[in-house]
């Protein structure tokens, strides 16, 4: 069922478009710093696990028998919910509803038949009464970023521990001492440190970077950069990945800058750093190039450089704190990076991914097309074609991550995390030098993807990978 030459069909280095835009109609380009400009090792996350373990026990006074918990690499994926009085981190689709499977307590997975008691006898789980806009809210925290990934694992091994011990807890300080162990380990520049001390372990691909940003220089495009982190941090990486004149490719550069809140708080004014990251206290009438500018806002950006609409293209990580208002208040074009996606792809790419989805599709359809035949013969065979795409929904899933599987697909819809990557960025790729393998002025067309009305005209040529998926009559004998 498979043609030669169906797998490897996609490029793991390729920019992929959601919404069609021209690069030559973009005349500024807009950065954030941590893992779209400075990209980390995954060596990091153990030292915020352990930092942020440590931190429990030490200030919090939790059990010192957690110190025997490491970081697990590979138990999350980004893009997860947190639900805090359950105490399970799930994955929900695009629909709101739990991916069945993917519902952990601790450490170890809740059973299907508990999660939809636990939601009133449903998978669907009413998110806008629960979580805000940004993905925080009372009863449900949506993990976003990838430095999500060590607090996701804290959270889950502290709640084995009190589980496996008997001890009781209350969800909600629990899951707050977690949370605010972790912003320790940021707000208090104990990564930064880790980073500065070693920027050849932690910080990949420095010189595709400058690469990058120099090529947009020589061809007249204006850069600037916007990030949460200090000017002394930055200054040191973009120093080892770019040059010690790094600040001459940027017309302006912010650093700590509060996003989201840059975006929607009109309150904070700019202050400008001299060169030794020291603030002054001079009005700012003007955003002057080759400058270092703290914490502002972006109306008085908009103002100030008269920046606006879709010839600037803003690149992040971060869905919402990067990306959201900029695409859907201020009409900004807007590039996601999603390292997770290189991954992702070589996995699709294999023949074990391609043969499984092909014949899950194939039984799907099988599924459809024979359900009215209801004599007891028919019936087996259908429990068994259920059973068997089961089967291989689950093998499918686990190629991507044993937990929860893919950060972009439930067994069959996009997830949530799918959803607002598609709806806040015009584009997405891997990494920053993913735009080395375009020209300047290339124009991205998403393709035409189907509606489900027009499904039958696509589903068997395009979605199942194949030529031609055997008709009706053929596939009865297939058994």
């Known amino acids: 069922m498979l043609p030669p030459g169906v797998c490897s ?88 509803y739990v991916q069945l499977g993917t519902a952990y307590r601790g450490l170890k997975p809740v059973p299907d038949e508990e999660v939809i008691e636990l939601y009133g006898g449903t998978q669907h789980i009413p998110l806008y009464q629960m979580s805000d806009f940004y993905g925080k809210g009372p009863s449900l925290k949506q993990f976003m970023d990838i430095f999500s990934l060590p607090e996701m694992t804290l959270l889950s091994s502290v709640i084995d521990y009190f589980i496996t011990h008997g001890i009781e807890f209350d969800q909600v300080h629990l899951y707050k001492d977690i949370s605010d162990a972790i912003r320790d380990v940021h707000v208090k520049g104990v990564m930064y440190k880790w980073i500065e001390k070693d920027m050849e372990q932690y910080i990949l691909h420095g010189d595709e970077i400058y690469a990058v940003l120099n090529r947009l220089v020589n061809h007249k495009k204006k850069l600037f950069l916007i990030t949460n982190s200090p000017f002394s941090f930055v200054d040191k990486g973009m120093k080892h990945m770019v040059g010690k004149n790094w600040r001459d490719l940027f017309d302006m550069v912010i650093v700590q800058a509060d996003k989201p809140n840059f975006f929607t708080d009109r309150r904070k004014p700019f202050r400008k750093l001299d060169d030794n990251g020291s603030l002054q206290w001079d009005k700012i009438n003007q955003l002057e190039k080759g400058k270092i500018y703290k914490e502002g806002n972006l109306f008085d950006f908009l103002r100030l450089t008269g920046w606006r609409g879709s010839k600037v293209l803003y690149f992040g990580d971060h869905l919402y704190s990067d990306l959201a208002d900029l695409m859907l208040r201020h009409g900004w074009r807007t590039g996601a990076i999603v390292p997770e996606l290189e991954t992702e792809i070589r996995i699709i790419n294999t023949e074990q991914y391609m043969h ?48 929860f599987g893919s950060i972009f697909r439930t067994f069959h819809n996009p997830t949530y995390f799918s959803r607002r990557l598609v709806r806040f960025s015009d584009i997405y790729m891997a990494s920053i030098s993913c735009l080395l393998n375009y020209d300047v002025n290339f124009t991205f067309y998403p393709r035409r993807t189907p509606l489900q009305h027009e499904a039958p005209l696509w589903m068997d040529q395009l979605c199942t990978g194949c030529m031609k998926t055997p008709f009706l009559e053929e596939m009865v004998h297939i058994r």
């Open 356 to 403: 499984s989805l092909t014949w899950q599709q194939a039984l799907t359809g099988l599924l459809e097309r024979m359900q009215m035949y209801q004599d007891a013969e028919s019936k087996q065979v259908l429990l068994e074609w259920m059973k068997e795409r089961q089967e291989i929904r689950s093998l499918t899933k686990n190629l991507f991550n044993p937990q």
């Open 9 to 96: 069909l996609l490029n793991p280095a390729a920019i992929y478009a959601n919404n069609e835009i021209s690069l030559g109609d973009v005349e500024i380009y807009g950065f954030d710093y941590d893992y779209t400009l400075a990209q980390y090792s995954n060596l990091l996350h153990s030292m915020i696990f352990n930092t942020a373990r440590d931190i429990l026990i030490e200030q919090f006074k939790y059990p010192e028998g957690l110190g025997k918990y490491d970081y697990i690499p590979g138990f999350a994926i980004r893009g997860l919910h947190y639900d805090v009085q359950k105490s399970l981190l799930m994955k929900i689709d695009a629909f709101h």
